[in-house]
């Protein structure tokens, strides 16, 4: 049987290649796409991101792959961003100045504020939680289903996503004083602030989990197929 494709983005502006290897390794097919077209004949997309926000979007436009990953957001398959590529499925970013994302995550993208004794960017280990007033079932049905409240995940940024439906938070996380959204998911579109794939064990997990939804739902489309 054909492994599962996933299109992870290329625009100039991510860590291809280790993402690349980390699904091989769990069992789907990495397509380094730059072509609008071959994102859609894929049965999944990871935007991943490193860098700037504005240069990150006008480099998306350019190639017009802004578009192509809204559409194919529409076909119900699975759509992960990770770090910056988080934030680019954001409305809006406050970065240098106030700019369009992908919007399709309602919500704004903010820099950590500064705090005595904790440096901007965040740069290493922190732990991941269940939001407040919620239990880990709130993870059921996505990447995060075998993972455990309080695990460590590796961050590199200085900005955080503010949804506007906090139903969309999947965890949070604290640096200093500041407790900000590190993960969401709307519907089949899902983002992480860390790096799964920078994060061990714990993280290969989130891929695993990843790479089980991508192949439920290549499935199912495949018995949704007219029959010849």
């Known amino acids: 049987m054909t492994s599962a494709t996933v299109a992870i983005i290329d625009y100039g502006m991510g860590n291809l ?7 091989e390794k769990v069992g789907l097919h990495p397509r380094i796409c730059n072509h609008p077209d071959a994102i859609a004949q894929c049965d999944s997309v990871i935007l991943p991101g490193i860098g700037g926000f504005v240069d990150a979007m ?5 190639r017009e792959l802004d578009v192509a990953i809204s559409e194919f957001s529409r076909t119900g398959k699975p759509l992960m961003g990770i770090c910056l590529g988080m934030q680019l499925l ?23 504020p500064n705090q005595h004794g904790r ?13 407040n007033g919620k239990d880990v079932s709130v993870w059921n049905n996505t990447p995060l289903h075998s993972f455990k409240d309080g695990d460590l995940q590796y961050f590199v940024h200085s900005y955080y996503v503010t949804p506007d439906n906090r139903e969309h938070i999947l965890t949070t996380t604290t640096y200093g004083d500041h407790t900000f959204c590190s993960s969401v998911r709307r519907e089949n579109i899902y983002g992480f602030q860390f790096h799964p794939e920078r994060s061990a064990e714990q993280g290969l997990s989130i891929y695993q989990g990843f790479a089980n939804i991508v192949k439920k739902t290549s499935l199912m489309n495949c018995s949704l197929l007219p029959e010849r």
């Open 58 to 62: 006008k480099a998306l436009g350019e």
């Open 119 to 131: 440096k901007v960017p965040e740069v290493g280990w922190n732990d991941v939680s269940v939001p």
């Open 17 to 23: 290649f280790s993402v690349a290897r980390v699904c």
């Open 90 to 112: 954001c409305s809006t970013s406050t970065e240098f100045k106030k700019s369009n994302g992908l919007d399709l995550i309602s919500g704004t993208v903010t820099k950590l």
